[in-house]
Nanobody, 125 residues
């Protein structure tokens, strides 16, 4: 089983940048795809992006493509979400999640086995 803890959220002005981290424990982390999701007040949790177990492949939602980048360091058991050119519409609680069954770049919340507690990102206009 994988346990996940997000950090790095905060308040930033529009156009600014933040880097979120997802620190993991558990022996299956290095073989798991890690996804990022976000949930704004009153809205459903939505897919942001995902990285394969070895970091060789990524996939992003259209709304963040070209602005957000996911990377991972398996030696440090950490996945990163670099967010640039932030917009007020990016305001949400951001979650990382682990998928341990081997699905290729999963995008549905139901595909993931473990979730972090979330970190708040607020972008002011």
């Amino acid at each position: 089983q994988v346990q996940l803890v997000e950090s790095g959220g905060g308040l930033v002005q529009a156009g600014g940048s933040l880097r979120l981290s997802c620190a993991a424990s558990g022996r299956t982390f290095s073989t798991s795809s890690i996804g990022w999701f976000r949930q704004a007040p009153g809205k459903e949790r939505e897919f942001v992006g995902v990285i394969s177990w070895n970091g060789g492949n990524t996939y992003y939602a259209d709304s963040v493509k070209g602005r957000f980048t996911i990377s991972r360091d398996n030696a440090k058991n950490t996945v990163y979400l670099q967010m640039n050119s932030l917009e007020p519409e990016d305001t949400a609680v951001y979650y990382c999640a682990a998928e341990t069954s081997g699905s290729y770049l999963p995008r549905r919340t139901t595909s993931y086995d473990a979730w972090g507690q979330g970190t708040q990102v607020t972008v002011s206009s």
